[in-house]
């Protein structure tokens, strides 16, 4: 929450321990495709893509620009947790007064980015595939992409919560288990990672989709975009956003719509709207920039636990102010070709690679590394930290978090052909 503006030197900033601060916006980045083979996550292209051009690529091929789009939105939530490391400013103009407070901020737009991204890539990954066991499989496939890594940075934090001898809180015990805020029913108890309210979304949205997979509709996309915009409508409408159950204010929260502006710029790129016209996307999204820098000044929008309550007009402001310019600049991205030839997409595509591990594992690293820098100078912690946690994150992608995925993406084609029924194959539309 933003605090009032002083001309007086200010001490600033939230504890990167505090886990009950929703001030961590990095919701994870989901693979490309949900059953592809085993290989860099999230790159692999599903079949069933458009024709393959040069801003739209086609079976096989790969989707980079998602992958550097991810990297980027990875080091904005990384630079928004170390602008939040307490320390001392003297604030002597109205513009330094609201760029320190708006400017931190901006890095929480990371999660607008990725909820436009997951909305994209549910629809491609699933592509034209329907039925019960194919929402049972997506489901599987992102149980097993998502819960082992974030169960094991949990057990991780469990441990030196123990080893240190702080206080710990039942509730966020349950969530962790749980994820999703089953029993609560007051205030959102954070789970042992405080990120963790973002997975709540993008678990709404995975049953979301499985529902209608299971449905058998012949307009996936219509049914699946109506159901994200008529569930926080209709809880203002009738009120149930104010339900006591806290996962049914999450499930009714404007946030949900962000998924189908991502699933709306999958209908325009499949159809090759967004190649054709790639210099519109582009200037529009340049000129949604100044947008999103302006609602960052919002308190409303700032304000604690906005994200999932829909009473408060936070929420719609950044579902929309926030949500639309996200799904803009997603597009953008998607007009653009990248290769992992490119020098400069390599490190970038690297860091999307491990953007899941990195949004997870971030704060306990930064924590780690301002409790052993002291009284170091503040730029010299946030360089430490930064740095820190990219090496860490890419090293734990790659000695955990990738042999993982495979192990899990072999126990699932297992189970797969264990029991699936040779007389019902995957239903396809046509």
Do not use: C
Not at 45 to 50: E, F, H, P, R
Not at 259 to 281: D, K, M, P, Q, T
Not at 421 to 430: G, N, Q, V
Request: charged share 15%.
């Amino acid at each position: 929450m933003a605090a009032s503006p002083s001309n007086a030197p200010r001490r600033a900033g939230h504890d990167l321990n505090n886990n009950n601060n929703k001030d961590n916006p990095m919701p994870p980045p989901p693979n490309i495709a949900a059953a592809a083979p085993p290989g860099p996550i999230g790159r692999q292209a599903a079949s069933g893509a458009t024709a393959p051009t040069a801003a739209t690529p086609g079976p096989g091929q790969r989707l980079e620009s998602i992958q550097v789009l991810r990297g980027i939105a990875a080091l904005l939530v990384v630079l928004h947790h170390v602008s939040l490391i307490p320390h001392e400013v003297d604030l002597t103009s109205d513009f330094q007064r609201w760029f320190y407070e708006a400017g931190p901020k901006l890095g929480s737009f990371g999660v607008d980015l990725f909820f436009a991204i997951s909305g994209f890539v549910m629809l491609f990954s699933i592509q034209n595939r329907f039925g019960r066991g194919v929402a049972q499989e997506f489901i599987a496939n992102r149980a097993l992409r998502i819960l082992p890594i974030y169960y094991l940075i949990s057990g991780y934090v469990l441990f030196q919560i123990i080893q240190n001898g702080d206080p710990l809180n039942i509730g966020r015990v349950i969530n962790t288990a749980t994820l999703l805020p089953i029993v609560d029913t007051g205030p959102y108890e954070n789970s042992l990672l405080s990120v963790s309210w973002t997975l709540v979304f993008e678990f709404l949205f995975y049953f979301v989709v499985a529902s209608v997979i299971a449905m058998g509709a012949r307009n996936r996309v219509a049914w699946i975009i109506g159901i994200t915009i008529a569930l926080p409508t209709i809880g203002r409408l009738l009120e149930f956003d104010r339900s006591h159950l806290t996962v049914v204010r999450f499930a009714m929260s404007p946030m949900m719509y962000e998924f189908s502006f991502g699933i709306l710029a999958y209908v325009a790129w499949r159809s090759g709207w967004i190649e054709r016209n790639h210099r519109l996307i582009r200037a529009l999204a340049l000129l949604s920039i100044p947008v999103v820098v302006w609602i960052a000044g919002f308190d409303p929008v700032n304000a604690d636990n906005a994200e999932y309550d829909g009473t408060r007009v936070g929420a719609w402001l950044r579902a929309f102010g926030w949500g639309i310019p996200a799904a803009l600049m997603f597009a953008a991205a998607l007009s653009f070709r990248v290769t992992d030839r490119q020098l400069i997409a390599r490190p970038l595509l690297a860091l999307g690679d491990a953007s899941y591990t990195l949004y997870l594992f971030h704060l306990p690293v930064m924590s780690a590394v301002l409790r052993r820098m002291g009284d170091s100078p503040m730029w010299l912690k946030g360089i430490a930290a930064v740095v820190s946690s990219v090496i860490a994150a890419l090293i734990v992608y790659r000695l955990v978090e990738y042999p993982m995925t495979r192990i899990s993406k072999r126990l699932l084609a297992r189970l797969r052909a264990r029991y699936a029924d040779p007389a019902a194959p995957a239903r396809t539309k046509a």
